[in-house]
């Protein structure tokens, strides 16, 4: 399942109304008494073998009803068979045991809604070791809640078609059919869709047959052949009037007729995907067929069943030309992480949910590090440092972060597991993993872990025992696997660890938490010297010897960040290694470039480290020509810059970061190679360059705004984003106005332009005129026809984003007319969300304190209060700091401090003896 769209995901659970319904036969029953609903796991008295599956589609109507017939065997002598079904009417139950024929009687069937189970009742035992035939109709609505069989929608013209498709993931095949609906029991299904002739249907399997008029109502029956052992919740089918293109027999893909052709690229990478993939795991795909197909309405980015991948439209359309250069690497990245689910979650299965991080995180690992060695040139194994590893260690510090193994003990729980610390703090974990053990015996691993599980499901301890076994075949040095591994998997958050050099050439190392990780100490030295030492789960604190490394040369470690934990130094060890970075700053790899700024950024945020250091380590980039330690600097711009907004010494320091920021751009001017990444650099400086005010890329961005509408891709966030802050000309905020009314004036029109008009959107988050972010506010609150919540909330959001006066705004709205918002937006949670990232003065603190006492909902108040800490804290911060920072560029940067005015020095003396008061 892709990850990009998880807080989307969590957005469509709603509450269902629980009510407890006994449907009783012939001998009276009732609802499962307390001591029978303990556990919302099934029982293991019976296990399923396969499921033949007759269904009707009826598009007109929005609903379905058929047969299913579940083999099963018995495990042990009970009276009873228990399946999950959720919203569904179920009757005409029969059980047949297959070597007699004999049919067991039924006595009562209840469903329970709470716990999503049915149970039937019957008038003698299941035997152990036998089999037997369980007949259920049932019934159902198709509807738009994006789970189960629900129908999504699109228009053709003007006509508004039907489409009815899948998704199951988690714990959502049970609204489809009565069924063992949890991972670990596998089973085949046979499946057969009754539907009208005009559509056609696609399932897991390849069509079998496909026969008209095949009953009285006309319908047309589609039987697919019989898939292998599956888990319930890869199911799936369409059923649809969509257009279709193909590779060959083999691969197709499937979508509405205006988008097909842009489904193009998406398909032969899928072809050519698998290909590689079969060769990496030394494993052929295991069925005969793979279809994508492209679904405009869905709850996340993509989902992997088994042969019949489904996408979000906009997440697989992808225009040579007309579309970024990052979006290309977006689809191929979603692309590629389903393809690899095709053994690393369907062949090979986590058991249960709380291990579904062997799905996600390996998956998420998968698909930087096999597409880094299809396609060297675009360094994706680099990039996932920051796009990856870097964003998740800033959540994974949060309260309500989490263990990977998490016990799931709820059908809620089940929904809300597919988090970030399934996805990317996972994979961080698995590369580290992978950096101790080495590519050789990790590659092997993969491919024996696809053997041990094939057709299976797997626990953390499967994992554990294999890679030990590879390990040890291999005679790596590393701790016992089972302790490596559950000191991260078992324990929230990660460690950070304190680096302290002495005169005797000796280094101590301390981490905190002490005795929670198991963690590898990797280091190296400006001579080249390394080393690999370990502070074991028992161990808080390691003392290691630097043989014939000099005083003088700077001592990293974690290189390259391979180890998911951050690294704090003496004030000597940090001074050289910010020396380094001035005078050759290419002798420290690339990542640790990058590791090195995230590192000081993040711990200066905890006050863990003097603001003076990081200001010193961010002085080097102009220097840096490689996007990666770049990216992480403009993190740290970005945030200095939203932090001190509003503040009294702020334009002091946003002068000294545009004499940062000049040269970068400069430098970029230069770069005029069109290989994959420095398009993407390109792309990235122009963007936070125009965003934080340079005002060379303004003037560009201007001179670039009338042709926006076919400027290349690329460059036209920067462009209307750069004209949007740089001039106060009514056209060209009218221009863009206008496009954006052409883009929403229709469904289509807005999906094929979708990438432009968020572009649009994060445009207007860069103005600056106080009259014009209100025109752009009332527009979100105005333009219900065109504009939905989504949109209308994300441009509320990109208001208060856009600087003090959107912010001021944005709080003066919330306070003064919280009613509208609530009727427009359909909710503020996401906008107060927001604002815990943009509050930074006093007076704003103030504004939201007085929204928090004069608010009457109070399902609002928990998230309040953790908004106003968060908001408090951003607001010391910034006060704590402001002294130091111009104390820091006063005695750093001589040639400027001459040409800040006496006005802004006495203010800074003044806020510097304010702070000694």
Avoid at 461 to 479: A, F, N, S, T, Y
Wanted: aromatic letters at 12%.
């Amino acid at each position: 399942m892709d990850r990009w769209q998880v807080n989307s995901y969590r957005q469509h659970r709603r509450l269902l109304c629980i009510v407890v319904a006994a449907v009783v036969f012939a001998g009276g029953g009732g609802v499962w008494g307390q001591e029978e609903q303990d556990h919302f796991r099934l029982p293991a008295n019976t296990v399923p073998i396969g499921y033949d599956v007759q269904l009707t589609v009826d598009l007109d109507q929005f609903s379905f009803f058929g047969t299913v017939q579940v083999s099963l065997r018995a495990n042990n002598v009970s009276s009873h068979v228990t399946l999950n079904a959720k919203e569904l009417d179920v009757s005409n139950v029969k059980l047949t045991e297959d070597s007699t024929g004999r049919q067991l009687a039924l006595v009562v069937y209840v469903m329970q809604n709470d716990s999503e189970m049915v149970r039937f009742n019957f008038d003698s035992d299941l035997l152990p070791a036998y089999t037997y035939r369980l007949s259920i109709d049932f019934a159902g609505n198709i509807t738009d809640d994006l789970k189960g069989l629900y129908k999504s929608s699109y228009y053709r013209g003007t006509e508004e078609r039907y489409v009815a498709t899948t998704f199951n993931a988690a714990a959502y095949a049970r609204k489809i059919l009565p069924c063992y609906d949890e991972p670990q029991l596998k089973a085949k299904f046979k499946l057969r869709i009754y539907h009208k002739p005009e559509y056609r249907a696609q399932s897991n399997m390849p069509v079998e047959n496909r026969i008209e008029s095949a009953n009285a109502d006309n319908m047309t029956v589609t039987e697919f052949i019989e898939s292998p052992p599956m888990s319930s919740y890869l199911l799936a089918f369409v059923v649809s009037d969509f257009g279709e293109i193909r590779t060959d027999a083999k691969f197709a893909a499937h979508a509405q007729l205006s988008v097909i052709n842009s489904t193009r690229y998406a398909l032969d990478f899928t072809k050519d995907a698998i290909g590689h993939l079969e060769g990496f795991f030394k494993r052929p795909y295991q069925l005969a067929k793979l279809d994508i197909v492209a679904i405009d309405d869905f709850l996340m980015g993509a989902m992997e069943n088994w042969g019949l991948i489904t996408y979000k439209t906009s997440r697989i359309v992808y225009r040579q030309g007309m579309d970024k250069t990052e979006k290309l690497q977006s689809v191929t990245k979603i692309v590629f992480h389903e393809l690899i689910h095709q053994w690393f979650g369907n062949e090979a299965t986590s058991a249960w949910w709380s291990y579904i991080w062997l799905n996600e995180g390996f998956t998420v690992f998968l698909e930087s590090y096999v597409l880094d060695q299809m396609r060297p040139q675009w360094r994706t194994m680099d990039q996932f440092l920051v796009n990856e590893v870097h964003p998740v260690m800033k959540r994974d510090v949060l309260p309500k972060t989490r263990p990977m193994t998490k016990p799931i003990d709820s059908p809620e729980k089940i929904a809300g597991i597919y988090d970030f610390v399934v996805y990317p703090k996972a994979a961080s974990v698995i590369r580290m993993w992978q950096s101790v053990v080495g590519n050789k015996v990790f590659d092997d691993f993969l491919v024996e872990y696809l053997i041990d599980r094939s057709y299976k499901a797997a626990t953390e301890e499967d994992m554990i025992r294999v890679l030990q076994d590879v390990v040890d075949r291999h005679g790596v040095k590393v701790p016992p696997v089972k302790d490596l591994v559950q000191s991260w998997t078992m324990n929230p958050s990660f460690p950070v660890v304190t680096v302290e050099r002495f005169a005797n050439g000796t280094i101590s190392v301390t981490a905190v938490p002490a005795k929670t990780f198991c963690i590898p100490l990797n280091w190296m030295s400006r001579s080249n010297k390394s080393g690999l030492e370990w502070i074991t789960n028992l161990e808080g604190q390691k003392s290691i010897n630097l043989e014939g490394v000099g005083a003088d040369e700077w001592v990293l470690f974690n290189p390259n960040q391979y180890g998911y934990y951050r690294v704090n130094y003496d004030q000597r060890s940090w001074n050289l290694i910010i020396d380094a970075l001035k005078n050759d700053h290419q002798k420290i790899p690339t990542l640790s470039r990058a590791q090195i700024i995230d590192d000081g950024l993040a711990l200066a945020r905890k006050d863990q480290l003097n603001i003076d250091v990081l200001l010193a380590i961010l002085d080097y980039l102009p220097k840096e020509l490689d996007l990666i330690p770049l990216k992480a600097g403009f993190k740290a711009f970005r945030y200095l810059h939203r932090m001190l907004q509003g503040n009294e010494f702020y334009q002091v320091y946003l002068e000294h970061q545009m004499t940062i920021l000049d040269q970068i751009y400069d430098r970029m001017l230069n770069n005029s190679m069109d290989d994959h990444m420095s398009r993407l650099y390109r792309a990235e400086v122009r963007k936070v360059a125009c965003e934080l005010g340079v005002r060379k890329c303004l003037e560009h961005a201007l001179d670039l705004f009338d042709a926006f509408v076919t400027i290349d891709p690329d460059l036209r966030a920067p462009v209307i984003c750069g004209a949007m802050k740089g001039s106060e000309s009514f056209n060209v905020w009218a221009l863009v106005v206008r496009r954006m009314l052409h883009i929403t004036r229709n469904f289509e029109q807005k999906r094929i332009n979708i990438e432009e008009f968020e572009d649009i959107l994060y445009g207007f988050g860069c103005v600056v005129s106080e009259d014009r972010l209100e025109n752009y506010l009332m527009m979100s609150l105005t333009y219900a026809d065109t504009l939905d919540e989504s949109d209308r909330i994300k441009m509320f959001n990109y208001i208060a984003n856009s600087g003090v006066n959107g912010t001021d705004m944005a709080l003066f709205r919330l306070n003064n007319d919280s009613r509208t918002l609530k009727r427009r937006y359909g909710s503020v949670t996401e906008i107060i969300s927001n604002l815990k990232n943009t509050i930074t003065t006093e007076g704003q603190l103030q504004q939201f304190t007085n929204f928090m006492q004069n608010n009457t909902d109070t399902d609002l108040n928990l998230l309040l209060a953790e908004v106003f800490t968060e908001a408090q804290s951003n607001v010391r911060w910034a006060k704590d700091k402001l002294p130091d920072i111009s104390k820091w560029i006063a005695t750093h940067n001589s040639a400027f401090i001459f040409s800040i005015s006496k006005t802004v020095l006495v203010l800074a003396l003044i806020v510097t003896t304010y702070r000694l008061q």
